[in-house]
Structure formats: structure tokens, C-alpha cells
């Protein structure tokens, strides 16, 4: 999807984002590029933190990649557990910072600031795991490991030479 001449103070700018999906993966990558982005503004995304009463849990992995996630009942009516994680590569993070409870843009966030890689791009997956779907993911552990998983796969992914 292609978005032009969005207003940035003085500045117009213009995105780019490509979403990726895979059969049988609880998560989808996006990548984006952007026209060069005026002064000290970052690229922001975030994970919605308003039934989460669990900690916020920032895993590292190889230095590489690093994920933010979250696992509790934040279902509507807080029924059942759901996890949701941002995985992110460690050329795209600058930091994670928490949104203002109230009175703000952006309220009730958990959000990473993003700068691009040495290819332009910001990139980030995101995960969810639903415990109605698969009940291990009642289990918090699971759900990490889950993101571990992902983050090995990408750190070091198949390569078949024929």
C-alpha cells in the first residue's frame, strides 16, 4: 500500500508498506520504506496495553532481533489469554517507551521507535496467539517460546543450494 504527500510539520512525505503472510504462522512481517523523514521524527508502532496486567517483557536474541510482548486475558470481557509480541530487527530499534494513560494521541500503548536499516527499510512481524485457537497459549511460556522460535528462524534461516 502506498500513501503520498502525507503533512509532517512542513514536510509532505510519502510510504510505502509491504505486508507478508505465511500459512500456519500465528504473525505477519511488514516492511516500509518512507521518503527521508524530516529531523528527529522516527517511525512508531506499538502493541495495545489497556486489559494487560502481566509484565511487559523485552527479550534480546543474538543481538539480532529484539521482541516486546505481552500475555494475559486481553480478550474483551478478559475471558480468555492472548499473547501479542513485535519482533524487531536490531538495525530498526532505537527504543520502546510506554504511551501516556490518557490525554494523548496515542494512549495505552506499549511502543517501539523505529529508524531504518542501512537499506532504507523499517521492518517489524507481529505476532498473536489466542489460547481459544491452540489452548497452550493459556500458558505464558509458550507463547514466549513461540517468539523465540520465530526470532532463531530468522537469525539463522534455511539456505538450499541446488
Not at 517501539?112 to 489460547?131: Q, S
Request: with cysteine; glycine share 6%.
Amino acid at each position: 500500500m502506498t500513501y503520498k504527500g502525507w503533512q509532517i510539520g512542513n514536510n509532505k512525505i510519502d510510504l510505502c508498506e509491504e505486508i507478508s503472510i505465511w500459512a500456519g504462522k500465528y504473525g505477519y512481517e511488514k516492511r516500509i520504506s518512507t521518503t527521508t523523514l524530516p529531523g528527529n521524527y522516527f517511525l512508531v508502532t506499538g502493541i495495545v496495553n489497556n486489559l494487560n496486567t502481566q509484565p511487559f517483557t523485552e527479550e534480546e536474541y543474538e543481538g539480532k532481533q529484539y521482541a516486546m510482548l505481552t500475555h494475559d486475558k486481553q480478550t474483551v470481557n478478559e475471558s480468555f489469554y492472548f499473547g501479542m509480541s513485535l519482533l524487531i530487527p536490531g538495525d530498526n530499534l532505537v527504543e520502546t517507551f510506554h504511551a501516556p494513560e490518557e490525554n494523548a494521541d496515542i494512549i495505552k500503548t506499549w511502543c517501539v521507535k523505529m529508524k531504518p536499516d542501512a537499506n532504507g527499510l523499517y521492518n517489524y512481524r507481529a505476532y498473536a496467539a489466542w489460547e481459544l485457537r491452540d489452548k497452550q497459549f493459556r500458558e505464558r511460556e509458550t507463547f514466549i517460546n513461540l517468539i523465540a522460535h520465530e526470532a532463531l528462524c530468522i537469525n539463522h534461516p534455511i539456505i538450499i543450494q541446488l
